[in-house]
């Protein structure tokens, strides 16, 4: 039994790593339901207040980091609020509506599309809702490389407090 529950752990960290770029996919819930997963199905190494407040501490920085990297890159590229909302809503939206032709591309170009057709709504010109768009796909792919960094150091600190 303890086999099949490292199984689930082992496919809980790895559905949360995929997480970070399927965005219907809760990645830093995954890594939590892992957490529990052990500390409830096999429980041998105690858990303590050393563990779970630095977890609490990085699952917010995982959070704050997609948010975060997402607006700055939007803003820095010389979007507003109103390309941010359509970075997000492009996430969202971009695999649901592109995901049967563009696959896992989609999660990128849906909030590309979204952000410069915001810009070109708002009477940018195409160079500069390019340039929005761009600051985008850039704040998307920063924000993936600090979470997958966040997730690794979680998963680690937990293998290695109960191996």
Same mark, same amino acid.
């Given at each position: ?22 965005? =219907?996919?809760?990645? #830093?819930?995954?890594?939590?339901? #892992?957490?529990?997963?052990? &500390? ?12 779970? %407040? ?9 959070? @704050?980091?997609?948010?975060?990297? /997402? !607006?700055?890159? $939007?803003? &820095? ?6 390309? !941010? ?5 492009? =996430? ?20 590309? %599309? @979204?952000?410069?057709? =915001?810009?070109?709504?708002?009477? /940018?010109? @195409?160079? &500069?809702? %390019? ?5 985008? $796909? ?20 937990? %293998?290695?407090?109960?191996?």
């Amino acid at each position: 039994m303890e086999v099949l529950i490292w199984i689930g752990i082992g496919a809980l960290f790895l559905f949360s790593l995929a997480g970070v770029f399927i965005p =219907v996919i809760p990645d #830093a819930l995954l890594v939590w339901a #892992a957490f529990l997963l052990y &500390r409830f199905g096999i429980g041998g190494v105690p858990l303590g207040w050393s563990f779970w %407040l630095p977890m609490t501490v990085l699952t917010l920085f995982l959070i @704050a980091a997609d948010m975060l990297a /997402n !607006m700055y890159f $939007v803003k &820095r590229y010389g979007g507003d609020k109103w390309s !941010m909302f359509a970075a997000v809503a492009g =996430v969202i939206l971009g695999p649901l509506l592109l995901g049967v032709f563009l696959g896992p591309f989609s999660i990128i170009v849906g909030p590309f %599309l @979204a952000v410069f057709a =915001v810009g070109i709504v708002q009477k /940018n010109d @195409a160079q &500069r809702s %390019l340039q929005m768009a761009m600051g985008t $796909v850039l704040g998307f792919l920063s924000s993936g490389v600090v979470k997958i960094i966040i997730q690794l150091i979680m998963i680690i600190w937990f %293998l290695i407090v109960v191996l």
